[in-house]
Structures are given as C-alpha cells and as structure tokens.
C-alpha cells in the first residue's frame, strides 16, 4: 500500500527555519511530480510548492517564493521542503503529495497519494 509520511513540524519563531521531509513507502514514486500543500485554520487549501519526477522546474505559491526551497533525493521518494523566514501566516497543517504524473503540477486534482500532514506553527 502507498504511503506518504511527513516530518519535521514543529513550532518556531517567526524569522527562522524549519525543515519539512516527505518519504514515500509502499511503492516507488520516483517517476511522480510531487508537491506540499497546506491548510491554515479556517482556509482552503492552498498549493506551497511542486517539483518534477527529475528535480526540475520547481513551482511556487506566490506567498513562499523566496522563502521557501523544495528538493527531492537522488531516486525520488523523498521530498523535502526547506522553509526559511518564515511568518506568522505560514501556520498551517503541510502535506506531501504524489502526483498521478510527472510534472510539478500545481492543481490538488493532479495529485493521487496524499500524507496525513504535518503541523507547522510560527510564532510572532
């Protein structure tokens, strides 16, 4: 059975870093585009970032780029999302997600494999 697990959440400082990894079990996701989204309280869901099956062409929401980093190791079923300055607005459950495709897609609707999310608190 495909899994998604998050880790690296946690409370932090508004300014500072966290680190998000994603891994992926059950199968190999090494040919997927994946991505993070996130859910504050009381909002939709909202698209963070998304890289290609190959590391190439990462997207970014536009509230993170800049700020915020996603990667993925060599052979694929690891993702990671570096977040740096980060800010009080940046509060929010973050999830992995697989893409049913390649590519760094950006829509909820492309992604197939979902994680159980990873809560993110920033203080200010």
């Known amino acids: 059975q495909a899994q998604l697990v998050e880790s690296g959440g946690g409370l932090v400082e508004a300014g500072n870093s966290l680190r998000l990894s994603c891994r992926g079990s059950g199968r190999m996701f090494s040919n997927n585009g994946m991505g993070w989204f996130r859910r504050a309280p009381g909002k939709e869901r909202e698209f963070v970032a998304a890289?290609?099956?190959?590391?190439?062409?990462?997207r970014y929401g536009d509230s993170v780029e800049g700020r915020f980093t996603i990667s993925r190791d060599y052979g694929g079923s690891t993702v990671n999302l570096q977040m740096n300055d980060l800010k009080s607005s940046d509060t929010a459950v973050y999830y992995c997600a697989a893409a049913r495709g390649a590519a760094a897609a950006t829509s909820p609707d492309a992604y197939r494999y979902w994680g159980q999310g990873t809560q993110v608190t920033v203080s200010s």
């Open positions: 890289i290609s099956w190959n590391g190439g062409t990462p």
